[in-house]
């Protein structure tokens, strides 16, 4: 039986061969196809969902408005593309981009709006140092007025009419001459050719009514009290800028003077301006001290700005035939935020590096009536950029006032020192800085370097 199976393999070697090898891969192939169809149904579901979230995403677009205004939430929404709806979206935007740069120019100009330079040819620079001393001379003389020319700051005033109370001896003489006119009159209608006792004592009434007069005339003839004392002083104060009574030398003059006389000049003046505002009734009149919000301005200080102090002074040099400037001497790293002014609750923190604007603060000290304190807050911010950061109030001794020719009529006053912010935007002012303080601020010209302000 063995032998009969043996002969007919042998004879059918073929078949049988043929068999065996169906039988072993059978199982093979089962299991390497059952791999290659998990792996091609893996690539087919990668393609698929590929394709499907390409689909959804070319369904789906997201359309957006950003906020313009602080408060105000912007505008988001998801759906599908829409010829209309994309036209819409951007049309609102370029409304709004049109509006914020509208904005920001309006604003510029606000802030920049009646600053200009008080001479030509110094800011940023002059063309030499000889150039620099005397044109800063110039601008020094106009500061601190001469002989001849009353100081820039005494034509504002009397631009705003404002004044001072009346001259005690130029009034001393008048009621000398008024006194001796009276007793004339008297001794010659006397009997003795004497004044009596009774007349005595009616030419001193006559006397005092005609000096208070003279002190509500005055008061009714002027703005505001405002001597040019308020402002200029004879000697630097620690901490404040210095506004000279007497023209500088030369050798005092450098760039960070000159734009730090005129950079005051111009606050100075918005606060005066803010002032005589103030004291301006809906017709656009202005009001007589009697009547008007601010009485007496006593007192005007501009705080130091520290990168300007801190500053060292350029290097000139007249050796080029140009006359233009040669090297110059960087600064030594000044920290122009080292300042004894902390962040004010407006959050303002100017005057440091990448900063979009400068911060100025000022002490100014006013007597006004008290119940119009708010209205002429209003006033200096409608002025410019200028924010009281904080009010300290005390009592006013009106007869000390009159006793030195100040009548301030009925209101209930009080005296105001105040502390103001004022903000000076970089866009405009950085134009005139020299480059001395724009190299300590990390300010960048369009036309300067990047690579000097490195480091």
């Not at 202005?286 to 290097?315: C, G």
Request: aromatic share 8%; hydrophobic share 35%.
């Amino acid at each position: 039986m063995a032998g009969t199976i043996l002969q007919w393999i042998k004879s059918n070697i073929l078949i049988v061969i043929s068999s065996a090898l169906i039988l072993i891969l059978l199982p093979v192939g089962w299991f390497f196809s059952s791999g290659w169809n998990n792996s091609i149904e893996t690539a087919a579901t990668d393609a698929f969902n590929k394709e499907k979230n390409n689909l959804k995403k070319a369904s789906s677009i997201e359309y957006s408005l950003p906020a313009v205004l602080k408060g105000e939430e912007g505008l988001t929404e998801s759906r599908a593309p829409n010829s209309i709806v994309t036209k819409f979206y951007q049309e609102r935007k370029d409304e709004r981009d049109i509006q914020v740069d509208e904005v920001v120019e309006r604003g510029t100009q606000f802030n920049k709006e009646n600053h200009k330079v008080l001479v030509e040819g110094l800011l940023p620079e002059a063309e030499s140092l000889s150039e620099l001393r005397k044109r800063g001379f110039r601008l020094g003389e106009l500061i601190a007025g001469t002989q001849e020319a009353p100081s820039i700051y005494t034509r504002l005033l009397r631009k705003l009419n404002a004044g001072d109370a009346p001259n005690p001896e130029t009034l001393l003489a008048s009621l000398k001459q008024f006194k001796e006119q009276q007793e004339e009159n008297y001794a010659a209608t006397s009997s003795d050719g004497k004044v009596s006792i009774e007349q005595a004592a009616l030419l001193d009434q006559a006397l005092i009514k005609r000096r208070l007069d003279e002190y509500a005339g005055r008061a009714e003839s002027i703005a505001f009290y405002c001597s040019i004392d308020a402002i200029q002083t004879s000697s630097p104060e620690a901490g404040y800028s210095h506004v000279p009574a007497t023209p500088p030398g030369y050798d005092s003059i450098n760039e960070t003077v000159v734009y730090t006389w005129t950079w005051d000049y111009w606050i100075i003046s918005d606060i005066l301006r803010g002032i005589s505002a103030a004291n301006t009734d809906a017709s656009g009149v202005s009001l007589p001290v009697p009547d008007a919000p601010v009485k007496h301005v006593e007192k005007i200080r501009v705080k130091e700005f520290t990168a300007a102090a801190q500053t060292p002074d350029d290097d000139f040099s007249d050796n080029s035939r140009s006359g233009r400037r040669g090297s110059r001497g960087g600064p030594s790293t000044p920290d122009p935020t080292n300042s004894t002014v902390t962040k004010s609750y407006t959050g303002r923190t100017g005057g440091d590096m990448g900063s979009l604007y400068d911060i100025r603060y000022v002490d100014l000290t006013i007597i006004a009536s008290s119940k119009d304190l708010p209205a002429v807050f209003d006033a200096l911010g409608k002025t410019n950029y200028m924010t009281v950061i904080d009010a300290d109030l005390s009592q006013v001794n009106v007869w000390d006032a009159l006793a030195n020719g100040y009548f301030y009529g009925d209101d209930h006053l009080v005296r105001a020192e105040l502390t103001i912010e004022t903000v000076w935007l970089r866009s405009w002012t950085k134009d005139l800085m020299p480059k001395s303080i724009r190299t300590s601020l990390r300010i960048v010209l369009d036309s300067d370097n990047p690579d000097e302000y490195d480091g």
